[in-house]
């Protein structure tokens, strides 16, 4: 069975750092480029982050040097650490794979004085 479970939002002040965690469960994990995307309050769902099997990433240019995707098959998690943290980044974060469809419920993160 297919399911992926995001944690580690929150609330933070701009120029803070939250880490989120997305658990995976099922084969697929170890087999696939995972990523993340963000979706805000009126706007469309983008791309945030994503990473290849073989470790390569991708990042947003309004995140790059920001924010540092990385996963660890054997445990079959996938994380997003996010640093300097500016109130546009508020948003739903999703963790999941394209190549299936296959995304998580969501973590709401705020950042906001």
């Known amino acids: 069975q297919v399911q992926l479970v995001e944690s580690g939002g929150g609330l933070v002040q701009p120029g803070g750092s939250l880490r989120l965690s997305c658990a995976a469960s099922?084969?697929?994990?170890?087999?696939?480029?995972m990523g993340w995307d963000r979706q805000a309050p009126g706007k469309q769902r983008e791309l945030v982050a994503y990473?290849?099997?073989?470790?390569?990433?991708n990042y947003a240019a309004s995140v790059k040097g920001r924010f540092t995707i990385s996963r660890d098959n054997a445990k079959k998690m996938l994380y997003l650490q996010m640093n300097s943290l500016k109130p546009e980044d508020t948003a739903v974060y999703y963790c999941g794979t394209r190549a299936q469809n296959y995304w998580g419920q969501g973590t709401q993160v705020t950042v906001s004085s």
């Open positions: 990473i290849t099997t073989g470790g390569t990433t």
């Open positions: 099922g084969s697929f994990f170890s087999y696939n480029t």
